[in-house]
């Protein structure tokens, strides 16, 4: 069965940086778009950024450009967020995020918390 699993959250500084990994398992990997969103307390999800299957494409919400970066390696079955100059107001649960035709897929997410 598809398996997405997060992981490099924590707790950093403003301005601080994480890069965060998504390990896929149970589907064919590469020829998948990729996709984080995160999900703020009492807010809702929102896209944050994707990838298309053989990475040369990005997308980048407006308020991540520049901060964010979206990589993955599909030898390695893995989708990696780089985040950075992070704001306060970015503390909330990134997931990670697949979809085919009939299903859509979620991680159980991993938290990223920005506080001094």
């Known amino acids: 069965q598809v398996q997405l699993v997060e992981s490099g959250g924590g707790l950093v500084q403003p301005g601080g940086s994480l890069k965060l990994s998504c390990a896929a398992s149970?589907?064919?990997?590469?020829?998948?778009?990729m996709s984080w969103y995160r999900q703020a307390p009492g807010k809702e999800r929102e896209l944050v950024a994707s990838i298309s299957t053989t990475g040369d494409t990005t997308h980048y919400a407006d308020s991540v450009k520049g901060r964010f970066t979206l990589s993955r390696d599909n030898a390695k079955n893995t989708v990696y967020l780089q985040i950075s100059s992070l704001k306060p107001e970015e503390t909330a649960v990134y997931y990670c995020n697949t979809r085919s035709r009939i299903n859509i897929y979620w991680g159980k997410g991993t938290q990223v918390t920005v506080s001094s």
């Open positions: 149970g589907f064919t990997f590469s020829i998948y778009a």
